[in-house]
């Protein structure tokens, strides 16, 4: 088992940034991919970034390319989204996902990772 807990959410004005961390424990192991969903109120979850932790191998949604960067450190077993440049349209809840099974290209359905945080809220105000 994984357990998953992400932190660092919260009100920022649109431009400001936030960084996300997501500890991860339990069976933890750094072939593992690690991603970040978001899922705003009446709207499915969508992905927004993965990493494969043991080559640094990354994979963005094209909305967030250029102001949003994912990050893993192995040694601590954290994983970081850090997002610059925030817009009204980025607010959501978002989530932190493993998944043991490697592959690339990197997944982007939420259906291919195997455990979940409890999310945290992110609003941004215009």
């Known amino acids: 088992q994984v357990q998953l807990v992400e932190s660092g959410g919260g009100l920022v004005q649109s431009g400001g940034s936030l960084r996300l961390s997501c500890a991860a424990s339990?069976?933890?192991?750094?072939?593992?991919?690690m991603g970040w969903f978001r899922q705003a109120p009446g709207k499915e979850r969508e992905f927004v970034a993965a990493?494969?932790?043991?080559?640094?191998?990354?994979a963005y949604t094209d909305s967030v390319k250029g102001r949003f960067t994912i990050s893993s450190d192995n040694a601590k077993n954290m994983v970081y989204l850090q997002m610059n440049s925030l817009e009204p349209k980025d607010t959501a809840v978002y989530y932190c996902?493993?998944?043991?099974?490697?592959?690339?290209?990197?997944?982007?359905?939420?259906?291919?990772?195997?455990?979940w945080g409890q999310g945290t809220q992110v609003t941004v105000s215009s």
């Open positions: 996902a493993a998944r043991p099974r490697s592959r690339l290209p990197l997944p982007k359905d939420p259906s291919e990772y195997d455990y």
């Open positions: 990493t494969r932790r043991i080559s640094g191998i990354t």
């Open positions: 339990g069976r933890t192991f750094s072939s593992y991919v």
